[in-house]
């Protein structure tokens, strides 16, 4: 991959990063569409926020524990997210994780949840 198209990914990336809460939901600017396989061997895809992101060597996405996306990967990680703009669309390709360690929690659920209610809410399990 070369350097520009790379630049492009992370800036497109950021721009998607952190559209989490109320006065948000009526637009489509930070969401992402999620590929992964369903228990079938198809693909499936749903619209994601991105939480957090470190360029695309990371992107973190929250869902609850018991959501179908959870299902989806525990029984295959391969993913894949596809980010558009006016100018140009990426799709990046690789595996996905299931963290419900305390700390990324915390470093995770806390930080989206004051930023979007603007309160101390508990925490839950999410997906990244």
Do not use: H
């Amino acid at each position: 991959m070369n350097q520009k198209i790379i630049e492009r990914a992370e800036e497109l990336l950021r721009s998607k990063s952190n559209y989490v809460g109320k006065d948000n939901l009526a637009g489509m600017e930070g969401f992402v569409t999620l590929a992964l396989i369903d228990e079938n061997g198809y693909p499936s895809q749903s619209s994601i926020t991105i939480s957090k992101t470190d360029g695309i060597k990371s992107v973190t996405f929250l869902t609850d524990i018991n959501s179908n996306k959870v299902k989806k990967i525990r029984k295959c990680n391969k993913a894949s997210i596809s980010l558009a703009s006016p100018e140009y669309m990426i799709i990046l390709k690789g595996t996905i994780e299931i963290l419900t360690d305390l700390e990324s929690k915390r470093a995770n659920w806390q930080q989206v949840l004051q930023e979007a209610y603007n309160a101390d809410l508990p925490m839950k399990i999410g997906v990244f």
